[in-house]
């Protein structure tokens, strides 16, 4: 069991970091294709199913009523939303809230969830890569996040205190 879970992680790891450099490199094998991000990210939940029925973690999804069309790479958009699971996972108190909405000429994705808030002194350098914070797996997580959400020409924020923390990143439609 702890060699499978290593291995999980070690394999997270490396496709982490093949990610980060086809972002980096801007690689010709990322697919852009017009779709619904509400798809997406019910799809990506999913993926969590088991270890939030462990965990008995209750998920809210505030999505729109119709269709919030992109053009993305899904792959790039699924480990977006998987990294801030995964740490939305390791943290909460057993709610963790997503939401995908569009407002104006922007998109809003939010990753909410109940827990201690990031410290002041964590708060300035999560994003920096293999950063590792309180109970931090590999440290480039969140650095995947920011590379994706810029990739698109987004910006990220991220709200945190005493109930809980909030990642919410804006696109441009």
Same mark, same amino acid.
């Given at each position: 069991?702890?060699?499978?879970?290593?291995?999980?992680?070690?394999?997270?790891?490396?496709?982490?970091?093949?990610?980060?450099?086809?972002?980096?490199?801007?690689?010709?094998?990322?697919? *852009?294709?017009?779709?619904?991000?509400?798809?997406?990210?019910?799809?990506?939940?999913?993926?969590? =199913?088991?270890?939030?029925?462990?965990?008995?973690?209750?998920?809210?999804?505030?999505?729109?009523?119709?269709?919030? *069309?992109?053009?993305?790479?899904?792959?790039?958009?699924?480990?977006?939303?998987?990294?801030?699971?995964?740490? =939305?996972?390791?943290?909460?108190?057993?709610?963790?809230?997503?939401?995908?909405?569009?407002?104006?000429?922007?998109?809003?994705?939010?990753?909410?969830?109940?827990?201690?808030?990031?410290?002041?002194?964590?708060?300035?350098?999560?994003?920096?890569?293999? *950063?590792?914070?309180?109970?931090?797996?590999?440290?480039?997580?969140?650095?995947?996040?920011?590379?994706?959400?810029?990739?698109?020409?987004?910006?990220?924020?991220?709200?945190?205190?005493?109930?809980?923390?909030?990642?919410?990143?804006?696109?441009?439609?």
């Amino acid at each position: 069991m702890v060699i499978k879970k290593e291995t999980d992680k070690l394999g997270e790891l490396v496709e982490d970091i093949i990610i980060f450099s086809r972002l980096e490199a801007r690689s010709k094998d990322i697919v *852009y294709t017009k779709g619904d991000l509400r798809e997406t990210f019910s799809y990506t939940m999913e993926r969590f =199913a088991t270890v939030l029925n462990e965990k008995n973690i209750k998920v809210e999804h505030d999505f729109s009523d119709t269709p919030v *069309y992109f053009e993305y790479d899904e792959r790039s958009m699924e480990r977006a939303l998987q990294n801030l699971v995964s740490n =939305a996972v390791r943290y909460t108190r057993g709610e963790i809230k997503i939401t995908c909405t569009e407002l104006e000429e922007r998109i809003v994705i939010k990753v909410s969830y109940n827990g201690p808030g990031i410290s002041s002194e964590d708060l300035t350098k999560v994003f920096d890569r293999f *950063y590792k914070g309180k109970d931090g797996v590999h440290g480039i997580g969140l650095s995947i996040v920011k590379s994706i959400i810029f990739s698109y020409k987004g910006r990220i924020e991220i709200s945190t205190g005493n109930e809980g923390t909030t990642f919410t990143f804006f696109l441009p439609k």
